[in-house]
């Protein structure tokens, strides 16, 4: 056996606990990666997506050259080419396109694959030079953003988590999701004898832990909410005095939820009438409480009524008086990673448009936009299977007059539509430095080995198609450990950071006395399904990160089948059993899945977990609606289906 070197490192996935990892290298070749074990937050365990990542690097079907369509869109036909003649080609359809419809006829659109620095940022700096479109908007948590920009705090940091007495689990699947959580959570029970709720459509592997699951209708958490206050209001359990300070709209805010009585919310919720009183009265008493708010609940038209409610409860609670109280959505270390992207770079005088992330489908297909979308490139995301209305996106990525450039590890569908397929390092062969969305700490990821194959980190992409392009400034010089010290916060050095690995940045929890926050601003019941229809849900798989590792085969075997969850009575009313085929269709397209009939799902709902791609013919977006929040959150939840078993297994989408 050779000697054993090991890097720290970090996992890159868009999940809100950023391991700290080591990687075992043993005659250069990653023999391991293993969780960091003195690392405060991550504990020295990865999860069960991830504890292999090696294998994604050395995996088979790794892109590890770039690539030249050669057959029709959206096929897997591909031609070998060398980085030069990518570059070359690269640089003069981006050229063209910006000569013949102006440069906002070009689009980048990037997301979280890799939520470092590096690899998110570093291309931005190649299209602000161009003059292209700008990006805005996102397709995860954006009503918190957007609540965020209201004034609502994101939260608190999670590890004083600790000394809540009750915590709600809202929406939140945390022992699938963000695992590293459990440890606070169960903290809090062992210190002060915490009762830990969970709140879910679905008795998730979270819910199974918890003291209780309250199974609520999906979109009618706003209305419990509503409800609890209102007894909170009436049986004088609320602590005025905070709450009239926090909030300008008080006394709406009490009109607000006048109406919702225990027996409207009940029947509103599909829950006993008389849980509303006791979890009102439970969640007064607590000293403090802390409501831990999830994604799911987020991803419907009425995404940011859904924050409002839960932060009046917390504000009518006075729960932000004390350690470990309040609302947490969302926790960061404060890493400026935007600034990264050099926004400075913009041609003076230009002042180039800004298109939501979250439209793709819309920008590609709108024949109104002035100048249309002519040049795309994609990196760190697969819209082609995690955007709204999916179909959509791909007859735009289908057009034969756009050039699209994506930059990737393996060949996605969205991939798949590209004139230009380009090799990226996976985190074991680049240099990176991450924030965080569910807690306080900087982490530095170092390189274990040298890329494999022809791949290149974004920031050396970033530097040789400036260099084709004729861009040149020194921005787009810039090595990437450079591009990545750009975005530490002050006092934070990349020295001290690679030398300690991680760095916990303290700050103080949110001040809500005196905040001026306008909480009442709606509550609205969720809509009935249409006859015969079923409510679908598609929440996070444990074995995938989004439409990540599903292509991998132990990820796959761990997960199984696209597997749709059905309440007995749904399936009994169509005449369907476990384990048989069904098709889930609506308007916009049909998918297929197995049938797995469980009382872990409501009536009326149905629940398909993961993000499958084309191959598995179960990409459930392609049933989703183009339809946003007032702050552009997609509704991934607002979607209705007829499922039926199939006359032919019929897989379309319009
Ligand atoms: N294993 C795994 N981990 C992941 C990911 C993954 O894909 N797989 N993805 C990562 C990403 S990008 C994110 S954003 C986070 C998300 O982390 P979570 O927020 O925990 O995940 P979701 O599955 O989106 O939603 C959580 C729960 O919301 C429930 N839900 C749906 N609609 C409603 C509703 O109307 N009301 C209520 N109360 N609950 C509802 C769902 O049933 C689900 O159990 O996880 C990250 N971690
Ligand atoms: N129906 C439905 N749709 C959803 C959701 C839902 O719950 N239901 N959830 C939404 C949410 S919360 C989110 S966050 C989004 C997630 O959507 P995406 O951000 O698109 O996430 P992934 O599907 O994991 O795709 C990330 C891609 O980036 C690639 N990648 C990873 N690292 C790198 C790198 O270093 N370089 C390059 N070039 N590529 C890399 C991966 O191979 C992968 O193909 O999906 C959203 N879509
Ligand atoms: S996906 Fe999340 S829990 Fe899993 S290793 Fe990465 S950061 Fe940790
Ligand atoms: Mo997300």
């Given amino acids: 056996m050779g000697e054993v070197r090991q890097v720290k490192g970090c996992c890159p996935l868009d999940c809100q606990d ?36 090696q294998a994604r690097t050395y995996a088979p079907d790794r892109l590890l050259h770039p690539l030249r369509r050669v057959g029709p ?94 915590i709600l689990l809202w929406g939140l699947n945390l022992l699938t999701t963000c695992h590293h959580h459990w440890h606070f959570v ?51 359990l609320a602590d005025l005095g905070f709450a009239r300070g926090a909030c300008a709209d008080f006394d709406a805010l009490a009109a607000q939820v006048a109406p919702w009585t225990p027996e409207r919310v009940a029947k509103a919720c599909g829950i006993p009438a008389e849980t509303v009183p006791r979890l009102a009265r439970d969640f007064a008493a607590a000293r403090p409480a802390a409501i831990r708010v999830g994604v799911g609940p987020q991803q419907t038209v009425h995404g940011e009524e859904f924050l409002r409610a839960v932060h009046a409860l917390a504000v009518l609670g006075g729960h932000w008086r004390h350690r470990g109280g309040g609302v947490l959505t969302i926790a960061t270390p404060g890493l400026d990673d935007l600034r990264a ?25 709108d024949p109104a936009l002035d100048p249309p979308v002519m040049g795309l490139m994609v990196w ?42 380009l090799p990226s390092t996976t985190q074991l062969e680049h240099f990176d430095v991450l924030g965080a969305w569910g807690h306080q700490y900087v982490t530095v990821n170092l390189p274990a080995i040298a890329p494999l194959g022809e791949a290149k980190s974004h ?78 849900l598609t929440p996070k798989a444990h074995f995938f990160l989004n439409s990540s590792f599903a292509n991998q085969p132990r990820q796959r075997r761990a997960q199984g089948a696209p597997r749709l969850e059905m309440a007995p009575a749904d399936a009994a009313a169509r005449g369907l059993g476990e384990g048989q085929a069904v098709r889930i269709g609506n308007a916009r397209g049909t998918i297929l899945a197995t049938l797995h009939v469980t009382d872990a799902v409501p009536p009326g709902v149905a629940a398909l977990p993961g993000k499958w791609w084309e191959a598995d013919g179960a990409v459930a977006n392609l049933l989703t609606p183009s339809a946003w929040s ?20 019929a897989y379309s989408w319009r």
């Avoid at 897997?76 to 910006?98: K, M, P, Q, V």
């Fill in 630 to 649: 007032p702050g552009g959150q997609p509704a991934y939840n607002d979607v209705f289906v007829a499922v039926e078993a199939p006359a032919a297994a």
């Fill in 18 to 53: 950023t391991c700290a990892w080591v990687a075992e290298v043993e005659e250069g070749r990653v023999v391991a990666v293993r969780g960091a074990r003195d690392h405060p937050f991550t504990r020295g365990v990865l999860c069960a997506k991830v504890n292999d990542y």
């Fill in 73 to 166: 869109k959206g096929s897997d036909r591909f031609e070998r080419i060398s980085w030069e003649a990518a570059a070359a080609l690269i640089a003069e359809r981006f050229r063209a396109i910006a000569d013949r419809h102006g440069p906002q006829a070009l689009l980048p659109h990037r997301y979280l694959g890799s939520m470092g620095v590096v690899q998110r940022r570093a291309p931005m700096r190649l299209f602000h030079a161009l003059g292209a479109s700008r990006l805005q908007g996102g397709i995860c948590s954006v009503a918190a953003i957007a609540t965020a920009a209201e004034g609502l705090p994101l939260g608190f940091d999670p590890e004083d988590m600790a000394e809540s007495r009750l």
């Fill in 186 to 236: 169960q903290e809090a029970r062992r210190r002060h004898g915490a009762r830990i709720l969970c709140l879910d459509p679905i008795r998730t592997r979270t819910a199974r832990q918890c003291d209780e699951h309250i199974a609520l209708r999906p979109g009618s958490d706003a209305v419990l909410a509503a409800g609890m206050a209102r007894v909170m209001l009436e049986e004088r």
């Fill in 380 to 421: 760190g995301t697969n819209p082609a299977v995690v955007q709204p209305d999916a179909g959509r996106v791909r007859r735009g990525l289908a057009r034969e007059d756009l050039f699209t450039v994506v930059i990737e590890h393996f060949l996605t569908d969205t991939a798949r539509h590209a004139d230009v397929v």
């Fill in 459 to 536: 920031g050396e992409i970033m530097r040789l198609l400036a260099r084709s392009l004729g861009l040149d400034h020194p921005a787009l010089r810039e090595d990437d450990e450079t591009i990545a010290a750009s975005a530490l916060p002050p006092g934070l050095t990349l020295a001290a950071l690679k030398e300690a690995g991680w760095v916990k940045m303290e700050k103080p929890p949110p001040r809500l006395d005196g905040a001026g926050l306008r909480l009442a601003r709606g509550v609205t019941p969720p809509p009935a399904p249409p006859e015969g229809m079923l409510r679908l």
């Fill in 341 to 365: 992207e050099r926004a400075d770079l913009i041609p003076p005088g230009a002042a180039p448009r800004a298109l939501d992330m979250a439209r793709l489908g819309a920008t590609l297909t």
